[in-house]
């Protein structure tokens, strides 16, 4: 298994725990604001983000899906309402995001389609060929060991099943750029600290997505632990990119 930067990108430097244990730590802490962050600092385009992502599973009509770092159930919820599968698992490694995935999906009476369970992406509790499609939104860079991760999806997913990732990107071109590193340098960081008290969240947020293996050197990866049919969809500029491969 390689090592990519990103890897070794982690929120708190002078903390002895391993990347996991942080970002697991890092997110129990920001739970209760998460999803509105996501709205303001993204102006509800994450939203549009998502929805576009779940559509490139409606071709193979999925009846399990397995919406790995879940968080607060977002995607999950959506794949509910857009592919209507029979059953959605969503795992996480932090405890205080699927507290308030399993108040929202309460709210909603979805509790008998989607389960959520706290898990780790590198040793999927699940048997081989367990479900049709997979979907990781804004998670891939938080993994501590990439390939790990993605190998594991790819032994869980059935034959003809789909991985679908979301995840940020650097967008091309320049004027779009040069606002876009501003705002993830200054204004993010200090719109985090403002309503979570916490703005390291949002500069290893910025730190992690420019280590990260974007475009055709994330498909390559894909391609390498045995994906096929492997594409990438910017968004935005190219601030955002889908990511698709199948087993």
């Not at 930067?5 to 391993?18: L, Q």
């Not at 962050?37 to 193979?60: C, E, T, V, Y």
């Not at 990107?169 to 916490?198: D, E, Q, W």
Request: charged content about 25%; overall charge positive; hydrophobic content about 40%.
């Amino acid at each position: 298994m390689s090592n990519y930067a990103h890897d070794t990108v982690v929120p708190y430097k002078d903390s002895e725990m391993g990347k996991k244990q942080q970002v697991a730590g890092m997110f129990n802490d920001i739970a209760f604001r998460y999803d509105f962050l996501n709205r303001f600092l993204s102006a509800g385009i994450d939203i549009g983000w998502r929805k576009k992502a779940i559509r490139q599973l409606k071709d193979i009509k999925p009846e399990t899906l397995l919406d790995v770092a879940t968080g607060t159930a977002d995607v999950a919820i959506m794949a509910s309402g857009i592919l209507k599968p029979v059953k959605i698992t969503g795992i996480d490694i932090s405890d205080g995001m699927l507290e308030i995935g399993r108040e929202k999906i309460k709210k909603l009476g979805l509790q008998n389609n989607i389960e959520l369970l706290n898990g780790d992406c590198e040793t999927i509790k699940f048997e081989n060929d367990s479900f049709d499609a997979v979907t990781v939104a804004f998670g891939v860079r938080n993994f501590e060991n990439l390939e790990k991760g993605l190998s594991e999806i790819i032994r869980v997913l059935k034959p003809g099943g789909k991985l679908v990732v979301l995840e940020f990107s650097k967008p091309r071109p320049a004027v779009v750029k040069t606002m876009y590193n501003l705002y993830m340098k200054y204004i993010c960081p200090n719109v985090g600290k403002l309503f979570s008290k916490h703005r390291i969240a949002y500069q290893y947020l910025d730190e992690s997505i420019n280590k990260f293996p974007e475009g055709k050197n994330f498909t390559a990866i894909l391609d390498n632990l045995g994906y096929r049919n492997t594409y990438s969809k910017p968004l935005s500029f190219g601030i955002c990119s889908i990511y698709c491969g199948e087993k």
